[in-house]
Nanobody, 126 residues
Framework: QVRLVESGGGLVQAGGSLRVSCAFS????????MAWFRQASGKEREFVAA?????????YYADSVKGRFTISRDNAKNTVYLEMNSLRHEDTAVYYC??????????????????WGQGTQVTVSS
């Protein structure tokens, strides 16, 4: 069974940086498409970034974070990261890690991912 545990959230000033991590427990991490979503208070959960399986390195981003956020994965550590730079107040949300075994190459729909972490809060003060 797959388990995802996020960490690294916190409070940061606007313009600052933060890195959140997602530890994957289970088999064949490198075969999973990994993604980050976020959910602000009172809003729908939205796609942030995704990375394809294996070590192909293909990445995908929401327009709102393109150029500021970077998703990466370390298959040796079974971990996916989201490096967030130039943070804005509107980036404040709970950030969720998601995984799926069958997608190809990725999806920006939360309904397509089978596994989710519990989320980590990121708060950007203006």
């Amino acid at each position: 069974q797959v388990r995802l545990v996020e960490s690294g959230g916190g409070l940061v000033q606007a313009g600052g940086s933060l890195r959140v991590s997602c530890a994957f427990s289970g088999r064949s991490f490198d075969r999973y498409v990994m993604a980050w979503f976020r959910q602000a208070s009172g809003k729908e959960r939205e796609f942030v970034a995704a990375m394809s399986r294996w070590s192909s390195g293909n990445t995908y981003y929401a327009d709102s974070v393109k150029g500021r956020f970077t998703i990466s994965r370390d298959n040796a550590k079974n971990t996916v990261y989201l490096e967030m730079n130039s943070l804005r107040h509107e980036d404040t949300a709970v950030y969720y890690c998601a995984a799926d075994f069958t997608l190809g190459p990725y999806s920006d729909s939360r309904y397509e991912y089978d596994y989710w972490g519990q989320g980590t809060q990121v708060t950007v003060s203006s």
